[in-house]
T-cell receptor, first 117, second 113 residues
Framework: GAVVSQHPSRVICKSGTSVKIECRSLDFQATTMFWYRQFPKQSLMLMATSNEGSKATYEQGVEKDKFLINHASLTLSTLTVTSAHPEDSSFYIC?????????????FGSGTRLTVV | QQQVKQSPQSLIVQKGGIPIINCAYENTAFDYFPWYQQFPGKGPALLIAIRPDVSEKKEGRFTISFNKSAKQFSLHIMDSQPGDSATYFCAASKDTSGSRLTFGEGTQLTVNP
């Protein structure tokens, strides 16, 4: 089945530094990638939608200059948290949309636990 | 109109029981309704999904019941096991490539031995 590989699974960084999270679609081409943020015991909150080769569309309230999304190829999308602060600590999850004719839907990465100290 | 309401927030059943999780939506343009299972520290994994042209779909121990007129759908887990203890999310989207998923609030299921 369609697999999205997300790395790193955990990262701890100092306040003020930047962190990059990668998501790779291993056996399909993800023309659309979604990035979510999840707080403990809460649902997934969509941060942005990215289409290959174009600028990401950010949800209201999400700072595009802080959460940089790059989707330069059909198999790789990255989220960079710039100048991270403790309030950015969260669980970040990517999801690729699969459209293979009979097989379609959304497949999720395994998530990245970001802790900013 | 984009909301998906999920209940209950938490659910505890004994092994072998049949937990039922319910979701209601407002947007009649939604026509893809997946259920996801999420374990702590992991991303959601697709369990089963349904489209509005059928009223029920079964895959293994998991069954979706869909009521288009009431705009409701539910997940039934037959013969539940302790390994089913996880958080379950319903979701909905429009049938266009790359359309966003709208998630329910989640249900934390505990299956006691």
């Amino acid at each position: 089945g369609a697999v999205v590989s997300q790395h790193p699974s955990r990262v701890i960084c100092k306040s003020g530094t930047s962190v990059k999270i990668e998501c790779r679609s291993l056996d399909f081409q993800a023309t659309t990638m979604f990035w979510y943020r999840q707080f403990p015991k809460q649902s997934l909150m969509l941060m942005a939608t990215s289409n290959e080769g174009s600028k990401a569309t950010y949800e209201q309230g999400v700072e595009k200059d802080k959460f940089l999304i790059n989707h330069a190829s059909l198999t790789l999308s990255t989220l960079t948290v710039t100048s991270a602060h403790p309030e950015d600590s969260s669980f970040y999850i990517c999801s690729g949309y699969v459209d293979g004719g009979q097989v379609y839907g959304y497949t999720f990465g395994s998530g990245t636990r970001l802790t900013v100290v | 109109q984009q909301q998906v309401k999920q209940s209950p927030q938490s659910l505890i059943v004994q092994k072998g029981g049949i937990p039922i999780i319910n979701c209601a939506y407002e947007n009649t343009a939604f026509d893809y309704f997946p259920w996801y299972q999420q374990f702590p520290g992991k991303g959601p994994a697709l369990l089963i999904a349904i489209r509005p042209d059928v009223s029920e779909k079964k895959e293994g121990r998991f069954t979706i019941s869909f009521n288009k007129s009431a705009k409701q759908f539910s997940l039934h887990i037959m013969d539940s096991q302790p390994g089913d203890s996880a958080t379950y999310f319903c979701a909905a989207s429009k049938d266009t490539s790359g359309s966003r998923l709208t998630f329910g609030e989640g249900t934390q299921l505990t299956v006691n031995p």
